[in-house]
């Protein structure tokens, strides 16, 4: 019901910035969190930044003040600007939505970054 695609992902040197994004499609609840969480094969998913839709948002320890999340609410658009990226920031990273009241959850497809030394 509710689609969500990744785009942005790619190579970059230590030190480096990028920004991923996030389209949503179908029928979307307005009350709903959106956010970003990443993995490495064989490793358990890790969440990275979240924001709500009446604006709040949370960013995990290990990325804090180097990454910043944001939305579009028209546009029905989540970003994730990443800065100063670390070798250690590589995995793939999925956009996530889950709605507050229905409790349902969707995932993307998934985007890979890679960052070298």
């Known amino acids: 019901q509710v689609q969500l695609v990744e785009s942005g992902g790619g190579l970059v040197q230590a030190g480096g910035s990028l920004r991923l994004s996030c389209a949503a499609s179908?029928?979307?609840?307005?009350?709903?969190?959106m956010g970003w969480y990443r993995q490495v094969p064989g490793e358990q998913r890790e969440w990275v930044a979240r924001?709500?839709?009446?604006?709040?948002?949370n960013h995990a320890d290990s990325v804090k003040g180097r990454f910043t999340i944001s939305r579009d609410n028209a546009k029905k658009m989540v970003y994730l600007q990443m800065n100063n990226l670390k070798p250690e920031d590589t995995a793939v990273y999925y956009c996530?939505?889950?709605?507050?009241?229905?409790?349902?959850?969707?995932w993307g497809q998934g985007t890979q970054v890679t960052v070298s030394s």
């Open positions: 179908g029928n979307i609840k307005s009350v709903n969190v």
């Open positions: 924001m709500s839709s009446s604006g709040s948002t």
């Open positions: 996530n939505l889950v709605e507050v009241f229905g409790g349902r959850q969707y």
